[in-house]
């Protein structure tokens, strides 16, 4: 069986060309979707998600993760990580936890931890 690191490499370019195909399509389908959501949202979701949609369009660079705004909402500052990653490896084990925190190279992902992410 292949290493993730492995997999995550032969992946890479597959997963590279389906965003380049897909990344066109991104205004029409943001647009689509923030006229259904927008009035679901908090006032300050609306400014905050206002920032990267404009950086985003007409298409979103491949490294669309690294944005500001977009790395405050998905990514935490570290500050707990360490732990968290601790007990999820006590519980499911080091292979285990490699398998299920690997990223691909689409948007361009932080790498938050050697342990966790090929």
């Not at 959501?37 to 993760?65: C, K, V």
């Not at 690294?66 to 007990?87: A, T």
Request: charged residues 30%; proline residues 9%; hydrophobic residues 35%.
């Amino acid at each position: 069986m292949a290493s993730l690191e492995q997999q995550l490499a032969d992946e890479r370019p597959t997963q590279l060309a389906r965003f380049e195909v897909l990344a066109p399509e991104f205004r029409a389908r943001y647009e689509e979707l923030d006229t259904r959501t927008h009035r679901f949202l908090a006032e300050e979701w609306q400014t905050r998600n206002s920032e990267p949609a404009e950086s985003l369009r007409p298409q979103p660079p491949r490294d669309f993760i690294r944005h500001p705004v977009i790395l405050f909402v998905m990514f935490v500052d570290g500050s707990h990580s360490e732990e968290k990653l601790r007990v999820a490896e006590s519980v499911l084990g080091p292979d285990e936890l490699r398998r299920v925190l690997g990223e691909d190279p689409v948007g361009g992902p932080p790498l938050c931890s050697g342990r966790t992410v090929a």
